[in-house]
C-alpha cells in the first residue's frame, strides 16, 4: 500500500516537473539554448496568477490565461533583448546572458517585492481527495497529469504537424537556409519562446495552486530538475520530456520514501549523469554518430 | 594569519568606533540575497523600524547610522562583509547575521578586532559558546535550541500525553537538529518513543513521499521544528495524507504566512513554543505590531520581531555605556538585566545567551490561542 | 643563448611576480594594508586559481564544465579534514586538497569522454550538485553546518599557490602538450586523426584543473573560518564560469584580470546590498551583448607588449609572399 | 606487384549503419609507394572507407591490416601513430590556431617531451619544442605556407586551407596518405598545381597514397591504380585506361563519353 | 529582369564586392566564374537578401530589392540554392521539399512540383523519408536544387552546384540545369567548373577580388586567352 502511495505521490510531483519540462525541451530544441531563465518565467507565471486571483479577483481560468499570455510577451522580450544579439556568438557566451537573466529577473522581483513567499488561495480550484483502498490521490494531482497531457500532446501537433512547427525545426537545423525558404526566422524563434514561456507560465499556476507556496527564488531548482527530466527523456523530444519528468518524480518519491530523502536531489542528479554516460541522446533519443 | 592579527589590533585601539560627530555607525550584516533571503531581509526590516523610532530622540545626543552589507547567504561573504564593516565603515557593533553559520563566520573577526556582534536569530548554542568558552564578543537575541526542544517535548508528553513520536527535521538548519536533539532526549528521557526520523531539506515543497512513510510508522504526534515557509506545506500535506495527529514546532512556525500556507483546517491540532504572540493583549507587542503595520503594511513575524528587539538591545547598551565605544558596549550588553522588549524580558546570562521565557500556542482555526507560559 | 632568449619573457615575469610578493608582504606586515584590503585580495587570489584552473578546462581544452566548485569543495573540506580532524599542518592540508580534488576530477573526467557541449556541462553541474548533496548528508564533515577551521591562510601561502598555479597551466599550455588540448577544443575528431590521444589529454586538462581549484579550497577553507555545503552550490560554479568567459575563452590573462575586476565589483556592491545582485546581473548581460568574446578574446595580455614586433613580422611575411 | 606482402590491406570489410549497409566485402591493398585512386559516385562509400581505414568508425566485418597488423578496433590515434593518416573531404582545421601550431599539432605524437617537463621548462621541453618548430616549418616550405604561418588557420583562403590540411596530415609523418578529394572547390589551374605537389610528396617521403577524387583529370592523370565503388561494392579495379573503358564503371560513374 | 547597379558589400571590414554591377535577363543562364574568395558566394547572398549591400542598387522586375528581407524576395519569385547544399539535415527528404514550398498556399500546385521534382531527381522519391543529413552529398544537391525548385521560382540562383559531385552526377546536374531553364526558369550560376558552366551559359561574368573584370556571351569567354589561362588550366 505504501509502495502504491508513493508511486502516486511520485506521478504528481513528476507531472508538475513533465509541465516544465516541455517548454524548456522545446526552446532547446528548437534554438538549442539552455534558458537557465525558464525556471525564472515559471516564477513570473506564477506571481502573476497569484496577482491576478488576489487583486483582480478572477478565477482560474482567466489567470492561467493572463499567466500565460504574460509569460509569453516575457519571453519574447528576453529573447529579442538578450539571446537574438548573440545568436553568432559562442554557445558559452549565451549561456552566461542566460544566467545573468535568470539572476536579474529573481533580484528585481525580489527588489520589487521583497523576498517573502506567498500562500495561493485554497479555493481556486476544488481539491478533493478521493481514497482507494488507503491509497488518497487528490483531485488536483489528477488535474496535473491531465493537463500535462493534454499540453504534450498540443505542442506535439504544433511542432510536427503545423506550418510554424516545420519552421522551427528548419530555423533549429540550418538559420540561413531556412531564411532561403522564404521562413522569417526572428518571428520563428519569438514563437518558439512564446510558446515555451507561456508553458513554463501555465506551470508556474498550476504548481502554486498545487504548492500554495510561491517566492521569487522558487524557480531555480525545478528548472533544474525539469532540465534533468528534459535529458532523460531525450531533450529536444517533447513526449520524452512528459516522461522523464515522470520518470523523475517517480524515483524522486521512492527514494524519499526510503527514508533517504536528504539524498533525493543527489539522486536525480546521479541519474542524469548515468543517462548522459550511458544514452546521451537521453530514453527516446536516436543516437546519431557525426558523420566525418 | 599572523598579519591580520597584529593589524587589527592596532585598529581597534586607534579609533574609538562607530564614528565620530552625531551618528553612531552600526553594521548590519545580513542575508539580503541568496538562499534564505528572506529572513536577512525580514531582520533589516524590524531593525530600521527600531532605528526609526529610537533616531526620533536620539542616544546620548547621537543618532544611530545603518551601514547594511549583504552576505548572499554565504559564511564567506559573511566574513568579507564583517571585515568590511569593521576596517572600513569602523561600526560600533554589528547586527547578524540571521543563520547561526553565517554567525559563526565571524565570530574570530569580532573577536580580534573587539567589535560585540549580536545575531538576532542564531540559535545554535556554539555561536556564544565554543569549547566551553564564551565568545566575548558575540551575542544574541534568540533563546537557544535545546530550550525550546525540552519545553516542547515536555508539553507533549504531560499535556498531550502521547508516547509514540515522530521527528521530521530540516537538515540544512542547526536550529532545527538543536530543536529535535533536545526534543528526544527530554521525550525518551520522559519515557516516549521515537517511531519515525526523518528530514528535509529547506527550499523542499514536496514532502508527500517523507510523510507517507512517516505515516505508515504510525505516531500519535509529529514534532516538526522547522520555518513556516516548509512548515506550512508539510502541514497541509500531512493532513491530505490522513495524518491527523497532533503537530508540534518551535518560534520558526511563527508567521502569518503559516496559516496562508497550510490553511486553517490543517493548522488544528498544532502548537508551538514561541518567543511572543502577535496576537499578545500586552501592549508593548500591540504597539509594535500596530507601528510594522503602519510602515510596512503587513504583520510582523518572527524575524521582524527579533530584529527589532536586536536594535533596541543594542540601543540599551549603548545608552548605558554612555560611549559608541565597542569595547564599553560589549560590556554593557553582557549586563542587561530585565529589558523589556516584544519578545520577552532580557537577562543576558554568563553564556551571552538571553534569559526569556517562552510561550506555548496552540492554532485554533487559524488564530494562536495561548497556552502556557514555561520559564527557564 | 637562445634558450635565454626564449625564456627572458618567463624570468622577466618571475622577477615582477616575487616583487610584488615582497611588497605586499612588507604593506601587510607595516599594517599599511588593512584587514579590508588583505582580505579582499586573498579573497582575489582564491578567485584568480578557481578561474585559472578552470580556463584550462574550459578555455584550453574546450571541456564546457560547468561543475568546478565541486572540485573546490572536495579541496576545501579534504583539507579542513586534514588540519582540524587529523590536526596536520596546514601544508599537509593543502597538498591533500589538491590530490583529493585531482581524483574527483579524474572519475568526473571519465563521462567527459563521451559527452560533448551541452550535455558535458549538465553533466558536470550535476557533478557539481552530488558533492554538494554529499557533504550535505556526512555527519564526520558537519552536514548542513559545514565545520569550523582555524585561520591558517597567510599571504605566503596564498601567493605561492597563486603562482605555482599560472606557471603551471601557463606552461602547460604553451607546450606541445597545450597545444593538443587546444586541437581537441577546436577539432576533436581532426585531433584524433592527428595522432592526439584526446582521451589522455582531456583527462589531463580535469586533473590538473581540479587539483588547482581544490588548492583554492584549502586556502578558502583555512581563511574564511567556516565552511559548509551551500558555500559550494552551483551559483558558486557559475560565478568562476563567467570569470573564465567574461575575461574570454582561452586567454589565461583574461581570465585573471576578470577574477580580479569582478571580485572588486562584488565588494564595491556590497555598499548597494537591495540592488547588489541586480547591477551584477546587469553588468553580466551587457558584457557579454556587447563583447561576446569576453574581455580579451583569445588574446594574452603579454601580446599588448609584442603588438610592435608582432606588426614588424607581418610585414616581413608579405614580402615573402609576393616572392614566393 | 603481387609478390611483396601488401602495406595497407581491407579484407572484406562492411559496415552497417542502422539499416544501411554503406559498405560490405570491400577488399583492397596498398603496396608500398603506390599511388591509387578511389572513385565512386556519391554516397558510394568512399568516405567511408577512409573512415574505417582510420578508425573513425569500426568495421562490422571484415579486417584491416597494415603491415600484417591488424588494426580493427584501434582509437584513431592509434591507427595515425602506426602510420595511416588523412585529410577531411569537409575541411577540418583547427581554426583558432595558427597555421604553424597545425602542423606541430601532428608531429605531437613523436615529441618526447612530457607533460612535467613541460611544466617545469626542464632542457628536454626546450630541445624537444625546438625540433617540432624546425619540423613544421620544413613542411611549410614544401606547402609554400611558411609566408602565413602565423596567420590563424581559419583566415586562409580556401587553396590555402587545403594545402595545409595536407601538409599537417604529413607532419604526422605517415606511411600512407589517404586524401578525400584534395582538389574540390579549386579550379582547373590550381587543380593541376595540386597533382604536381601530390608527385613531389610522394617522392620525397616515399609515401604510398590513396585518394578520393571526382576531377578525372586528376585521378586519370597521376594515379597507378583505380578501384571503384559503388552501392558500397567494388565495381572495378585496375589502371586508369582500364577503369576508363569499364562498362560498369561508365555506366554508374562516368557517364558515356569520357573527357 | 535583375539588374544589379554598383554594390558594395562588406563583411565588418572586409570589403568583398566592389561596385559589382551585372544583369540577367528573362530566360537567359547566366554563369558567374572566378577564382575562390573572388565574392560569387557573397553576391548571391546579397542578391537573396541574406546580406545587405552598403551602396548600388539591386532591381528585380523593375523593383528595389536591396537589403529587403530574405523572405520577401522568395516571395517575389526568387530560389537560391546555397553554396555547400545546407540541407535540413535531421529531416526527411519530404521535409525538406514541403519547406521549399514554405511561402505557397497552393496545395495542389504543390502536389504538382513534388512529382516533377521527383521525376527530375528519381534517387529522391526513393529517398523520401531517409533523413537529408544521411544522403551521400551528390543526394544532397540534388535535393537542394529540388527544395529550390519548390518554391516555383521565377529566377534560380544557384552556388557551385557541382562541388564534389561525380563526373556523371555533374553532367546529370548540368542536364537538369538546362531542362529547369527551358521550362521558363532564368539562372544564375555561380561555378568553379567553368568549362561545363560555359557550355550552358548564354552570357558570363567573370569576378576577380570583389570585381567585375569581364564579361561576354559564354562562346566569347570560352575564347578568352585570359580565361583560358586563368579557368580553364591552360591547353
Ligand atoms: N554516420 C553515418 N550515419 C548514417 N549513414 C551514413 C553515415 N556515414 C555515411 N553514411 C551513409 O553511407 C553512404 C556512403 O557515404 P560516404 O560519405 O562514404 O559517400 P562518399 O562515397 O564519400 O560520397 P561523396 O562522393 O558524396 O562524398 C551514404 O549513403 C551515407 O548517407
Ligand atoms: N562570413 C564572412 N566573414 C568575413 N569574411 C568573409 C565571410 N564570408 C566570406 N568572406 C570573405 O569575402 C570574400 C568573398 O568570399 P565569397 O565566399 O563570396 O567567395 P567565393 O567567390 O564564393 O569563393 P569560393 O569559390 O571559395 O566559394 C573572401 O575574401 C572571403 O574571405
Ligand atoms: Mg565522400
Ligand atoms: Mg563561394
Known amino acids: ?292 | 594569519g599572523c598579519g591580520g592579527n597584529q593589524q587589527s589590533g592596532s585598529s581597534s585601539g586607534g579609533n574609538g568606533g562607530g564614528g565620530g560627530g552625531d551618528v553612531i555607525k552600526i553594521g548590519a550584516n545580513l542575508e539580503l540575497s541568496g538562499g534564505v533571503a528572506s529572513y536577512g531581509q525580514s531582520i533589516a526590516e524590524g531593525v530600521e523600524l527600531a532605528f526609526e523610532e529610537i533616531n526620533k530622540e536620539g542616544i546620548n545626543g547621537k543618532k544611530l547610522e545603518l551601514v547594511k552589507v549583504d552576505n548572499k547567504s554565504e559564511a564567506a561573504e559573511a566574513t568579507n562583509g564583517a571585515i568590511k564593516l569593521i576596517s572600513q565603515d569602523k561600526v560600533a557593533a554589528i547586527i547578524g547575521s540571521a543563520t547561526s553559520t553565517n554567525t559563526l563566520a565571524q565570530v574570530q573577526i569580532a573577536n580580534d578586532n573587539k567589535v560585540p556582534i549580536i545575531t538576532p536569530s542564531g540559535t545554535s548554542e556554539t555561536v556564544t559558546v565554543k569549547d566551553g568558552k564564551v565568545n566575548e564578543f558575540v551575542f544574541r537575541t534568540c533563546f537557544i535550541d535545546p530550550f525550546q526542544g525540552t519545553v516542547a517535548a515536555k508539553f507533549a508528553l504531560n499535556d498531550l500525553k502521547v508516547k509514540k513520536a515522530a521527528v521530521l527535521i530540516d537538515s540544512a538548519s542547526d536550529y532545527s537538529k538543536g530543536l529535535a536533539a533536545s526534543f528526544k532526549e527530554t521525550f525518551t528521557a520522559g519515557g516516549g518513543q521515537i517511531v519515525a526520523e526523518e528530514a528535509y531539506v529547506a527550499k523542499d515543497t514536496d514532502f508527500r513521499a517523507t510523510l507517507t512513510s512517516i505515516k505508515s510508522a504510525n505516531p500519535e504526534f509529529l514534532f516538526l521544528p522547522g520555518y513556516y515557509e516548509e512548515v506550512g506545506l508539510i502541514v497541509k500535506q500531512a493532513r491530505e495524507l490522513g495524518l491527523n495527529v497532533p503537530i508540534m514546532g518551535g518560534d520558526g512556525w511563527d508567521s502569518p504566512k503559516l496559516i496562508e500556507l497550510a490553511g486553517k483546517d490543517a493548522l488544528n491540532n498544532t502548537y508551538i513554543t514561541n518567543h511572543y504572540s502577535s496576537g499578545d493583549p500586552d501592549p508593548k507587542i500591540q504597539e509594535f505590531v500596530k507601528a510594522f503595520q503602519a510602515k510596512y503594511n503587513k504583520a510582523p513575524d518572527a524575524f521582524n520581531a527579533l530584529g527589532y528587539d536586536t536594535a533596541y538591545f543594542l540601543a540599551d547598551a549603548i545608552k548605558r555605556a554612555g560611549s559608541a565605544d565597542p569595547v564599553k558596549i560589549k560590556d554593557a550588553l553582557a549586563q542587561t538585566k530585565d529589558l523589556q522588549l516584544v519578545t520577552g524580558t532580557f537577562t543576558v546570562d554568563q553564556n551571552h545567551n538571553p534569559v526569556k521565557s517562552a510561550i506555548i500556542l496552540e492554532y485554533k482555526d487559524g488564530q494562536q490561542q495561548f497556552k502556557t507560559k514555561v520559564n527557564p | 643563448m637562445a634558450t635565454w632568449k626564449r625564456t627572458r619573457g618567463f624570468w622577466v615575469s618571475v622577477i615582477l611576480a616575487f616583487s610584488f610578493f615582497v611588497v605586499v608582504e612588507w604593506l601587510i606586515a607595516s599594517g599599511t594594508l588593512n584587514i579590508f584590503y588583505v582580505n579582499t585580495l586573498f579573497f582575489m587570489a582564491i578567485n584568480v586559481i578557481l578561474a585559472v584552473s578552470l580556463h584550462l578546462i574550459i578555455g584550453i581544452t574546450g571541456q564546457f564544465s560547468i561543475g568546478h566548485a565541486g572540485f573546490f569543495a572536495v579541496g576545501a573540506y579534504a583539507s579542513a579534514i586534514m588540519t582540524m580532524k587529523l590536526q596536520l599542518p596546514f601544508a599537509a592540508g593543502v597538498l591533500a586538497a589538491g590530490v583529493a580534488a585531482a581524483l574527483a576530477g579524474l572519475i568526473i573526467g571519465v563521462p567527459s569522454l563521451r559527452l560533448k557541449g551541452d550535455y558535458l556541462a549538465i553533466a558536470t553541474l550535476g557533478f557539481g550538485e552530488i558533492v554538494r548533496i554529499a557533504l550535505l548528508n556526512i555527519d564526520y564533515v558537519g552536514g548542513a553546518s559545514g565545520m569550523t577551521v582555524t585561520h591558517m591562510t597567510t599571504w605566503p601561502w596564498v601567493f605561492a599557490c597563486l603562482f605555482a598555479t599560472i606557471l603551471v597551466i601557463a606552461n602547460f599550455t604553451n607546450s606541445t602538450h597545450g597545444r593538443a588540448c587546444i586541437s581537441i577544443r577546436e577539432d576533436e575528431i581532426a585531433a584524433d586523426a592527428m595522432g592526439i590521444n584526446t582521451t589522455y589529454y582531456k583527462v589531463a586538462a580535469f586533473v590538473i584543473g581540479s587539483f588547482f581549484a581544490g588548492i583554492a579550497g584549502a586556502l578558502y577553507a583555512h581563511h574564511f573560518y567556516i565552511i559548509q555545503p551551500s558555500n559550494f552550490g552551483f551559483l558558486k560554479s557559475f560565478d568562476i564560469l563567467i570569470f573564465v568567459v567574461l575575461g574570454g575563452l582561452g586567454s589565461l590573462s583574461g581570465a585573471v584580470v576578470a577574477a580580479v575586476l569582478l571580485t572588486i565589483v562584488s565588494t564595491f556592491l556590497q555598499n548597494y546590498p537591495e540592488t547588489r545582485m541586480i547591477i551584477y546581473s546587469i553588468v553580466l548581460i551587457l558584457v557579454m551583448l556587447y563583447r561576446p568574446t569576453g574581455l580579451m578574446g583569445t588574446k594574452e595580455l603579454s601580446s599588448l607588449f609584442k603588438w610592435r614586433k608582432a606588426a614588424q613580422g607581418g610585414m616581413n611575411h608579405g614580402g615573402k609572399n609576393t616572392v614566393a | 606487384m603481387a609478390a611483396k606482402t601488401p602495406l595497407l590491406k581491407a579484407e572484406n570489410v562492411g559496415i552497417q549503419f542502422g539499416g544501411l549497409k554503406a559498405l560490405s566485402g570491400v577488399t583492397m591493398e596498398l603496396h608500398q609507394g603506390e599511388l591509387v585512386g578511389l572513385i565512386g559516385p556519391n554516397g558510394a562509400g568512399k568516405t567511408t572507407l577512409f573512415n574505417l581505414l582510420t578508425g573513425v568508425y569500426v568495421p562490422t566485418d571484415g579486417r584491416i591490416m597494415l603491415d600484417g597488423e591488424t588494426l580493427n578496433g584501434l582509437p584513431p590515434y592509434k591507427i595515425t601513430r602506426k602510420g595511416i593518416s588523412r585529410t577531411f573531404q569537409n575541411i577540418r582545421l583547427f581554426g583558432e590556431l595558427s597555421v604553424l601550431d597545425n602542423v606541430k599539432v601532428a608531429y605531437h605524437a613523436h615529441a618526447r617531451h612530457s607533460i612535467a617537463s613541460s611544466i617545469l621548462r626542464l632542457p628536454s621541453h626546450f630541445r624537444g619544442e625546438k625540433e617540432m618548430e624546425e619540423k613544421a616549418i620544413e613542411f611549410l616550405n614544401i606547402f609554400q605556407l611558411d609566408g602565413v604561418m602565423h596567420e590563424k588557420a581559419k583566415n586562409l583562403p580556401y587553396g590555402q586551407q587545403r594545402r595545409l590540411e595536407i601538409a599537417r596530415a604529413l607532419a604526422a609523418q605517415p606511411k600512407v596518405l589517404l586524401l578525400d578529394e584534395p582538389a574540390a572547390g579549386m579550379n582547373p589551374q590550381e587543380t593541376k598545381e595540386l597533382m604536381k605537389l601530390i608527385a613531389f610528396i610522394r617522392e620525397r617521403f616515399a609515401l604510398t597514397i590513396l585518394l578520393i577524387e571526382h576531377d578525372m583529370s586528376l585521378v586519370m592523370g597521376i594515379c597507378e591504380r583505380i578501384y571503384v565503388l559503388d552501392h558500397g561494392q567494388l565495381i572495378a579495379e585496375g589502371t586508369p585506361e582500364q577503369v576508363r573503358s569499364n562498362p560498369k564503371v561508365i555506366e554508374a560513374y562516368l557517364g558515356e563519353e569520357v573527357s | 529582369m535583375l539588374k544589379v547597379d554598383g554594390i558594395d558589400v562588406f563583411y565588418g571590414n572586409i570589403h568583398a564586392l566592389k561596385g559589382v554591377s551585372l544583369e540577367v535577363n528573362k530566360g537567359e543562364i547566366v554563369t558567374l566564374i572566378g577564382a575562390n574568395g573572388a565574392g560569387k558566394t557573397t553576391l548571391l547572398k546579397t542578391i537573396s537578401g541574406l546580406l545587405r549591400p552598403k551602396n548600388g542598387d539591386i532591381v528585380y522586375e523593375g523593383a528595389s530589392i536591396a537589403g529587403k528581407a530574405a523572405q520577401t524576395i522568395v516571395k517575389q519569385g526568387i530560389s537560391h540554392v546555397p553554396e555547400g547544399r545546407r540541407v535540413f539535415a535531421n529531416m526527411t527528404v519530404e521535409e525538406n521539399l514541403e519547406l521549399g514550398a514554405f511561402l505557397r498556399k497552393d496545395k495542389e500546385g504543390i502536389q504538382q512540383d513534388f512529382a516533377k521534382v521527383f521525376q527530375l531527381f528519381p534517387r529522391l522519391e526513393e529517398r523520401r523519408k531517409q533523413l537529408a543529413g544521411t544522403l551521400s552529398g551528390g543526394e544532397q544537391q540534388m535535393l537542394a536544387i529540388g527544395r529550390a525548385l519548390m518554391a516555383r521560382p521565377k529566377l534560380l540562383l544557384l552556388d557551385e552546384p557541382s562541388m564534389g559531385l561525380a563526373p556523371l552526377l555533374v553532367k546529370t546536374i548540368f542536364r537538369i540545369i538546362q531542362e529547369i531553364n527551358e521550362s521558363g526558369t532564368t539562372i544564375l550560376l555561380v561555378e568553379q567548373n567553368a568549362h561545363m558552366a560555359l557550355s550552358i551559359a548564354h552570357r558570363a561574368y567573370v569576378l576577380e577580388s570583389g570585381r567585375v573584370v569581364l564579361s561576354g556571351t559564354a562562346s566569347e569567354l570560352q575564347a578568352s586567352e585570359q580565361v583560358k589561362q586563368a579557368y580553364l588550366g591552360g591547353h
Request: charged content about 10%; overall charge positive; aromatic content about 8%.
Open chain 1, 1 to 292: 500500500m505504501e509502495l502504491i502511495q508513493q508511486l502516486v505521490n511520485g506521478i504528481s510531483l513528476g507531472s508538475i516537473y513533465a509541465l516544465i519540462a516541455l517548454g524548456y525541451t522545446m526552446v532547446y530544441g528548437i534554438v538549442r539554448l539552455i534558458n537557465f531563465a525558464h525556471g525564472d518565467v515559471f516564477m513570473i507565471g506564477s506571481f502573476v496568477g497569484f496577482y491576478a486571483v488576489t487583486m483582480l479577483h478572477v478565477g482560474f481560468v482567466p489567470a492561467l490565461l493572463l499567466a500565460m499570455a504574460s509569460c509569453a510577451v516575457l519571453g519574447m522580450i528576453i529573447e529579442r533583448i538578450a539571446y537574438k544579439p548573440l545568436r553568432n556568438a559562442a554557445r558559452i557566451a549565451v549561456l552566461i546572458t542566460a544566467i545573468g537573466v535568470s539572476l536579474l529577473i529573481e533580484y528585481v522581483t525580489i527588489y520589487l517585492r521583497g523576498a517573502q513567499p506567498e500562500a495561493y488561495p485554497s479555493t481556486l480550484l476544488p481539491d478533493r481527495n478521493l481514497e482507494l483502498f488507503g491509497v488518497v490521490i487528490s483531485s488536483q494531482s489528477l488535474f496535473i497529469l491531465g493537463t500535462s497531457l493534454v499540453l504534450m500532446v498540443l505542442l506535439q501537433f504544433i511542432v510536427h504537424r503545423t506550418k510554424i512547427g516545420k519552421a522551427m525545426r528548419a530555423v533549429s537545423h540550418d538559420a540561413e537556409a531556412a531564411r532561403l525558404m522564404g521562413i522569417n526566422v526572428d518571428n520563428t524563434i519569438s514563437a518558439t519562446f512564446a510558446i515555451g514561456s507561456a508553458l513554463a507560465g501555465a506551470a508556474g499556476v498550476i504548481f502554486g495552486i498545487y504548492y500554495t507556496k510561491i517566492e521569487p527564488l522558487m524557480g531555480i531548482l525545478p528548472g533544474l530538475k525539469a532540465f534533468v527530466a528534459a535529458v532523460l527523456g531525450g531533450i529536444g523530444i517533447i513526449p520524452g520530456a512528459m516522461v522523464g519528468g515522470l520518470l523523475l518524480g517517480v524515483i524522486e518519491s521512492l527514494v524519499s520514501g526510503l527514508g533517504y530523502s536528504l539524498w533525493r536531489d543527489g539522486v536525480a542528479f546521479v541519474i542524469l549523469i548515468l543517462i548522459l554516460i550511458f544514452r546521451p541522446a537521453g530514453l527516446f533519443g536516436k543516437n546519431v554518430r557525426e558523420k566525418v
